[in-house]
Structure formats: structure tokens, C-alpha cells
């Protein structure tokens, strides 16, 4: 068990340094040896979880051709240059109102230059507001009802009776006070941009330059607003239906009353919600493929089929081993099952992929469903090691360069901010579940 998992652990290494489609198919390379070469049986792949984050992502890639996710950056673009004076505060609130309603954090690439903008115009140091708005986009992914990580915990969960609804009324509020206590502690993080040694030195020396970022003008405005309000209204069906489960459909089978399942609700509503956009807006189809949202979809598809067919197949194959071994660890200290969430999400540079490889053991271990929920934040660790896009891309947009990787790596602009919204976001969950 130990050898294979070594091989598991070299496949997910490789796969995240390969990037894109890298963790996917290198998940497939550590399948085929636990197949071939350890005999284990491979379980059947997470066809309903990948079809459902299709489906999202079409939905979402849609609204984007359409112009719906410029619609809202020109918004926040908006709210964030009324109020500069309070850019540390209102930026991750922003990205976390992005990421909650597309379901991807990748939609934060868009603000993130007006953010950095912003805040060296009112001479606020940039890394107070970029820091905490990137952490703010990743934990928005364990709160929105529509995000690849969400959606594969409730399809995990389904058997003990958990709805959506039971999942959210949980992240939600622990996500979004963990991001606002990670933005209160940024507000005074370093020194005051017009004291900082490298914005000074780059005053000095004309590698500064003060360019102002241009915001495209949405084309047409009204397609752009409708498919918004078309996805934020099928975003709200979800919601319902998993929620309500009454309203779902049900029907008869071998004489006995079956309702659809959420995974099929999803896939429905969303492929709709993507039809009616490119009828509604006269979007060309091709189109939408083409953009940035449709891409990083995909890549998370990918990621999942490899990485959590691999994963399944491990844990199926040595289950009792693994029980054996630190159940009663797990059940005397459950928090270490956090930890194990933080630490996996670090290797893998994915929510939901961690979620498929490693909830699953917690269910095994005999976890309480809701103690998964209020650690479901765990998972977005993987801004420990600064080489996600996001983080990248904040770097490079914050021209003064307070925002960075410092000397030791690890003591960058992310991690205080990300430590802070993550732990706090933990706790106030374990709390929250007192009340279920």
C-alpha cells in the first residue's frame, strides 16, 4: 500500500508541474500502474461529477461570449473607483461575488488589474487589497452552489440525506467572514506604499510607470445584462431544487417512487440556461469555446477524470487498511482530517479534485457529514505554494511590486491573508454545525 502510494504521490507531483491538462493524465499514467502493475480494480470513473461541471461551464462560457462577465467587471470597475479609500475591504467582497456567481475563480483575472490600479491611485499599498482578493476567489469556490468542488461534495454526500441548501447555509457565512477577517488583518500589512523601499526604487530609477488600465466597453450592453440575469436565475433553480426536494421531478420505477437526482437537475438546468443565452444574445457557439472560462473548465474536467479515478481506485483497493490504520486517530483528533484536506489541495491546485480524492476516505472513517461541510473550506490551500494563476497574474498587475514572493518563497503576499480566511472560515463552520 505504501509503494502505491508513492506512485499515487509522483503522479499528482508531475501532473502539477506539468500544468493544464498535466494532473489529468497523469492521474491516468498512476491508474494504469495501480491496474497493471498492482492489480488493483479500477473503480468506475466520476461520470456525473464531470458532466456536471460541463454543463456549468457551458452555462458559464456562454455568458462570457455574451459579454455578461465584462458587464460585470465595468460594475465593479464602477463600485471600487467610488470608493477607493476602501479598496482592501471592498475588493475580495468583489472577486468573491465573481467567483460565487460563475463557480470558477479564474473569472478574478478581469478586476484584478482595476484592483491594483485603484489602490496605488489612492496610495494604498497594492498587496493589501490583491492578497486578500485572490484568497477571496478561491474560498468562494467551498460557498458557491455551482462550483466543480460543491457540486462534488453534494454528489459524495447524497446518501446521508444532505441538501445543497445544508451545505450553504454552512460555507457561505463562514467563507465570507473568514475572507472580511482576512481583509481587516491586510489592512496593515507592510509598510505604506509611499515608504516602501522597491516602489521607491522604482520611482527612482523610471521603472514605474503610471498607465491607466482600460476596461473595454461592453458591445451590447443589453445581451450582456441578459445573460447574466439568465444564469443568476438558473443558478437560483439550482439552488431550489437542491434544496426542496418536493420540487423535484419524481417518477415510477419497478413500483417504486424515484426522485431525479441533483446531478441530472444540474446538468439540465445549466445546459439550458447556456442554450437560451446564445438564442436570447445571438452568441455564436463557437465563440464561447474560445474564452478563458470555457478553458479553465475543461482543465478542471480533465484534472478530475484522471486524478479522481485514480484516487477512487487506491482507496477502494486498500479501504480497510487505510480505516484500519488511523480511524481511531481520526475519530479521537478530527481535525487532522483538515489538515490532511489543506495539505492534498496544496499538491493537487484543485477544490474539487481534492474533494473527490479525499472526502471519500472521511466518509469511510465514519466522519459526520456536516464536520465534512465545516472543513470543506480546507480545501483551498493551494495558495501555500505562490504558482497559481491567479496569484501569478496579481503579481504581475501590481506595478509597484508590494505585492510578491518573498525571499523564502513561502513568505509571500498570499499567505497571511490565506491562513487567516481559511482557519477562520473552519472554525466558524464548526461552530455553525452545532446548530444543525
Known sequence: MILQFVFVLVAILIGA???GIGLGVMGGVGLG???????????APPIDVMLMIAAVISAASCMQSAGGLDYMVKLAERLLRKNPSHVTLLSPIVTYLFT???GTGHVAYSV??????VATETKIRPERPLGIAVIASQQAITASPISAATVALLGLLAGFDITLLDILKITVPATLLGVLAGAFCSMRVGKELMDDPEYRKRLANGSF?????????????????VSVLIFIIATVFIVLFGSVEGLRPSFQMNGETVTLGMSAIIEIIMLSAAALILLVTRTDGVKATQGSVFLAGMQAVIAIFGIAWMGDTFLNGNMEHLTAAIEGVVRQMPWLFGIALFVMSILLYSQAATVRALMPLGIALGLSPYLLIAMFPAVNGYFFIPNYPTIVAAINFDRTGTTRI??????????????????????????????C
Open 17 to 19: 508541474r506539468l500544468g
Open 33 to 43: 500502474i495501480l491496474t497493471f502493475v498492482f492489480g488493483l480494480q479500477p473503480t
Open 100 to 102: 460565487f456567481v460563475a
Open 112 to 117: 484584478l488589474p482595476v484592483i491594483a490600479e
Open 209 to 225: 510607470h503610471d498607465e491607466k488600465v482600460q476596461i473595454e466597453d461592453v458591445k451590447n450592453h443589453r445581451h450582456a445584462l
Open 406 to 435: 518573498g525571499k523564502y518563497v513561502l513568505n509571500h503576499s498570499f499567505m497571511m491573508p490565506g491562513l487567516v480566511a481559511t482557519i477562520v472560515a473552519i472554525g466558524l463552520g464548526l461552530l455553525f454545525i452545532q446548530f
